[in-house]
């Protein structure tokens, strides 16, 4: 069974700074992008960060500058360090990944982290 497990959400005040890890687990043959969405309430799923095998990155506009993504591909890790943090900022944060599992692509999710951003 795989699974993605996320890590190192929290309370925090604006201006202040946290980092997320996401590692998957499981019979994984292959990994390929690995990245960070995130879901406020009365809001859709949004992509923050991803980072591809080759590491190219890709930021939404809104994270430019204040997010950096990184990966650990030995321990099939990904890891989102926000700095500079706002209120809007506050969402739950779900971590993806594109696997190779079987003989079989897919993507996968984990639970979500929830990440508050007090003014």
């Known amino acids: 069974q795989v699974q993605l497990e996320e890590s190192g959400g929290g309370l925090v005040q604006a201006g202040g700074s946290l980092r997320l890890s996401c590692a998957a687990s499981?019979?994984?043959?292959?990994?390929?992008?690995m990245g960070w969405y995130r879901q406020a309430p009365g809001k859709q799923r949004e992509l923050v960060a991803a980072?591809?095998?080759?590491?190219?990155?890709h930021y939404a506009d809104s994270v430019k500058g204040r997010f950096t993504i990184s990966r650990d591909s030995a321990k099939r890790t990904v890891y989102l360090q926000m700095n500079s943090l706002k209120p809007e900022d506050t969402a739950v944060y779900y971590c993806n990944a594109n696997l190779l599992v079987s003989s079989k692509w897919d993507n996968y999710w984990g639970q979500g982290t929830q990440v508050t951003v007090s003014s």
């Open positions: 499981g019979i994984i043959v292959s990994t390929n992008g």
């Open positions: 980072m591809h095998n080759s590491g190219t990155t």
